[in-house]
C-alpha cells in the first residue's frame, strides 16, 4: 500500500455505521508528550471524540498487580538461564553490548537470571538514553500525554489490550527463540541505532510512506523470520483490535493512538477499515 501525498500521522474514519467521526493517530515511542501540539488537527480530535483508546490504557502500567505479574515474567527458569541458551560466542557478545552500555558496571554474568527477552529491553532502554536524551521516559512518552489530554477533557479512556495480553506477547515466545532474538539485537547495535534514528526523521517529517518501508523493514528484504514477526506483533493485532473499534465507533467515537506502524501495511488499520467499508482519509488543515 503506497500512502504518497497522503502521509499523515492523523486520519479520520468515517461512513458506514460510524456515529460521528473516528480518528486513527499514529505514535512513535521515541517521542514525547510536546509533539502532541506538531500535529495539525491532534487536539481538535481529542476534543471532538467520546472516547482515546491506545495499545493500553496507559495508566494501568503502574497498578502493583499488574507490576508484580510483569516482574515475575522477567526471570528464566533455573534450567534455562542466558548462560545455558547461547553459545561461548554468542555469550561473549552480549557479554560485551552489555558492558559498552553499562559502563562496565554491570556484567552479563549479573544479568544472567533474567529472560532474553527482558535483557533485550534493559539494552534498549540503556541505547535510547545514550542516543535519544531528550525522551524522558515512560511518564512523558507521547503515548501517556494523548490519553491524559483525553483524561483532562473527560474524555472515556481504554486500550485495545490488557497488560496481561502485552505481558504474554512479550515474554511467552519461547526463551531459545528469545535468545537468538537478544544475539540479532547485539550483533545489529549500530544498524539499530541507524534505524531508529531514521524512524525518528520519517515521523518528524509525517512521512507515512517512508515509515511504512521502516516498519516492514524493507530494506532487509521478504524473509520468512521478518514476515512472521511482522504478523505477530503488528497484523494479528490489528486484526484482533478491528473487533473493538467496529464494535465502539457506531455508537461512541473514539480516537485510536497506537504505534504508527499499525495503521501502514497490507493488514494495517487503515486498509482493514478500508476493506470493511469505512472511510479512512488524511487530516489536512487549510
Known sequence: MSLASNAQLLWKVTGRDTCKPSYLFGTIHLETS?????????????SS??????????????????????AKNLIAPPDSTIDKLLTKEEYQLVDSVVNSYFMGMVSLET??????????????VMQMKKYFPKQ??????IDVAVQAAGRELGK??????????QINMLYGTPLDVQAQELVNFCRMDNDIINYSKELCDAYHAQDLDMLEKLFLLEEVGEDEMTNEIIEKLAYERNRRW?????????????????????????DGLIELLRRDGYTVEPVTLK
Open 156 to 165: 472515556r479512556i481504554g486500550g485495545l489490550e490488557t497488560t496481561e495480553m
Open 49 to 70: 471524540v467520546d472516547a482515546v483508546y491506545g495499545e493500553i490504557q496507559m495508566d494501568s502500567l503502574t497498578d502493583n498487580d499488574v507490576m508484580m505479574r510483569a
Open 242 to 266: 478491528m473487533n473493538t473499534i467496529t464494535e465502539i465507533i457506531p455508537r461512541e467515537s473514539m480516537l485510536v493512538a497506537v504505534g504508527a506502524g499499525h495503521l501502514v501495511g497490507k
Open 136 to 141: 524522558l521516559g515512560l511518564n512523558d512518552v
Open 34 to 46: 510536546k509533539y502532541i501540539d506538531s500535529v495539525p488537527g491532534l487536539r481538535d480530535a481529542i
Open 111 to 124: 544479568l544472567s537470571k533474567l529472560k532474553p527477552v527482558a535483557l533485550s529491553g534493559q539494552l534498549g
